[in-house]
Nanobody, 127 residues
């Protein structure tokens, strides 16, 4: 089993930055692809970014490309999401997820492909 705990959310003004962290425990996630998703009130959970377990591939949603960056530190069993130039429409609960995969370069934007999920952290961007 893998437990994921997100942190780093909060309230920020438009144009500001936040860095989310996702700490994994229970077992190493160094051979899991990792993803960030978000869900705003009344909306479906949507893909934000993903990174392969080798960190050789990343994939960002068009809505965050150029503003958000996913990264990972396998030695610390932690994944990060650096969010810059935040907009009010980025307001949501952000979730970290882990995807078992045998491929070191595989990344996926598909919610149901992920096996483990954190409890989420709230990000609120004021205008």
């Amino acid at each position: 089993q893998v437990q994921l705990v997100e942190s780093g959310g909060g309230l920020v003004q438009a144009g500001g930055s936040l860095r989310l962290s996702c700490a994994a425990s229970g077992r190493t996630v160094s051979n899991y692809a990792m993803g960030w998703f978000r869900q705003a009130p009344g909306k479906e959970r949507e893909f934000v970014a993903a990174i392969s377990w080798s960190a050789s591939r990343t994939y960002h949603a068009d809505s965050v490309k150029g503003r958000f960056t996913i990264s990972r530190d396998n030695a610390k069993n932690t994944v990060y999401l650096q969010m810059n130039s935040l907009k009010p429409e980025d307001t949501a609960v952000y979730y970290c997820a882990a995807d078992r995969t045998t491929s070191p370069t595989y990344v996926s934007p598909v919610v149901h492909e992920y096996d483990y999920w954190g409890q989420g952290t709230q990000v609120t961007v004021s205008s």
